[in-house]
């Protein structure tokens, strides 16, 4: 599985970007796709995941009501909103054969992908 995520740039606080991640190869192994980011100096932390049928969410309590998690078959999405200077990181994507709930516990993802630079600047 390889996954590809794009979308990232510098916003101004208060702006809204949207993140993208596709996933090709044996994508039947996934279960679960989602977000995970890391900021200068800091661990790498769970911001957002979803299932593969989109019927089950989990987020990072930091990001509720501001971050938006969805899916379309073999991508993902991380809609942002009312971005904050402490969102600025690299986010990674993520596809795990696990629940999302558990991801807020368990950084051992099956994959990753390249991160993509979010810069939020006041």
């Known amino acids: 599985v390889q996954l590809q995520a794009s979308g990232g740039g510098l916003v101004q606080a208060g702006d809204s970007v949207t993140l993208s991640c596709t996933a090709t190869?044996?994508?039947?192994?996934?279960?679960?796709m989602g977000w995970f980011r890391q900021a200068p100096g800091k661990e790498r932390e769970f911001v957002a995941a979803?299932?593969?049928?989109?019927?089950d969410t989990s987020y990072a309590y930091f990001v509720k009501g501001r971050f938006t998690i969805s899916r379309s078959q073999n991508t993902v999405y991380l809609q942002m909103t009312n971005l904050k200077r402490e969102d600025t990181a690299v986010y990674y994507c993520?596809?795990?054969?696990?629940?999302?709930?558990?991801?807020?516990?368990?950084?051992?993802?099956?994959?990753w992908g390249k991160g993509t630079q979010v810069t939020v600047s006041s």
């Open positions: 979803i299932t593969r049928n989109g019927a």
């Open positions: 993520a596809s795990d054969r696990s629940d999302p709930g558990s991801w807020y516990v368990d950084l051992n993802m099956d994959y």
């Open positions: 190869g044996n994508t039947f192994s996934i279960y679960s």
